[in-house]
């Protein structure tokens, strides 16, 4: 059985760039969830999506957006890097959303913002 | 709103003792607490889950917490520290009303001397 894919695993981009992650989750899992992993700030919610569905946001500036595919694959976006954003980026799927799901998270996607 | 702090920010044992890493909870519902394990380079491995049945919750590799809701503690033991045990360690809370939105402690880093 599949776990969760993350592609890419490495990627360096610069300041003022955009860049897009991509998760597949574990099949017949349908709530995808990603997390912001830095030195200084741990690990910390961004979004989760459920069906096609945001159902809760964590405290983000706007720049980053997510989205939900009707296979379950998710998709996050974030504009206008800037240096802070160099991260490791985890996504997580469950089968549900209760909230007693266990998550199993994906190897990540480091990003470096140069 | 939910919260974890956890006491130890490293922890140094030698190989075959018991290890002991702490972790604080705050939480307004009938919180799931977790405890993921994330080795270097590594995504995040599940290593237990409460979710309000037995207050002992047993894991894999011979971890185990005990859930004591009146010290509102979810302290992580294992009896004999194994080399491989050397990783990061988050206690996770996650709350019923949150969706999968889990809230991650600081981490604790934990060193097995040989």
């Known amino acids: 059985k599949a776990g969760v894919t993350q592609t890419p695993r490495y990627l360096i981009k610069t300041r003022g760039q955009q860049v897009t992650l991509s998760c597949s989750p574990i099949?017949?899992?349908?709530?995808v969830s990603w997390y912001q992993q830095t030195p200084g700030q741990g690990l910390q919610f961004l979004f989760e999506?459920?069906?096609?569905?945001?159902?809760n946001k964590g405290n983000f500036p706007g720049r980053f957006s997510g989205r939900q595919f009707s296979n379950s694959r998710s998709e996050m976006n974030v504009s206008t890097l800037e240096l802070g954003d160099s991260a490791l980026y985890l996504c997580?799927?469950?089968?549900?959303?209760?909230?007693?799901?266990?998550?199993?998270f994906g190897a990540g996607s480091r990003l470096t913002v140069l | 709103a939910q919260s974890v702090t956890q006491l130890d920010s490293h922890v140094s044992v030698s190989e075959g003792t018991p290890v002991l890493l702490r972790c604080n909870y705050s939480?307004?519902?009938?919180?799931?607490l977790f405890w993921y394990v994330q080795h270097p380079n590594k995504g995040l491995q599940l290593l237990l889950k409460?979710?309000?049945?037995?207050?002992l919750v047993k894991g894999i590799n011979g971890f185990e917490a005990e859930f004591k809701k009146s010290e509102t503690s979810f302290h992580l033991t294992k009896p004999s520290a194994h080399m491989s045990d050397a990783a990061e360690y988050f206690c996770?809370?996650?709350?019923?009303?949150?969706?999968?939105?889990?809230?991650f402690g600081a981490g604790t880093i934990l060193r097995v001397k040989s």
């Open positions: 939480s307004s519902y009938s919180p799931s």
């Open positions: 996770v809370v996650s709350d019923s009303g949150y969706g999968n939105k889990l809230v």
């Open positions: 409460y979710t309000s049945a037995a207050t």
């Open positions: 997580a799927s469950s089968l549900g959303a209760s909230g007693a799901n266990v998550l199993t």
């Open positions: 099949s017949g899992h349908r709530s």
């Open positions: 999506y459920f069906s096609e569905t945001q159902r």
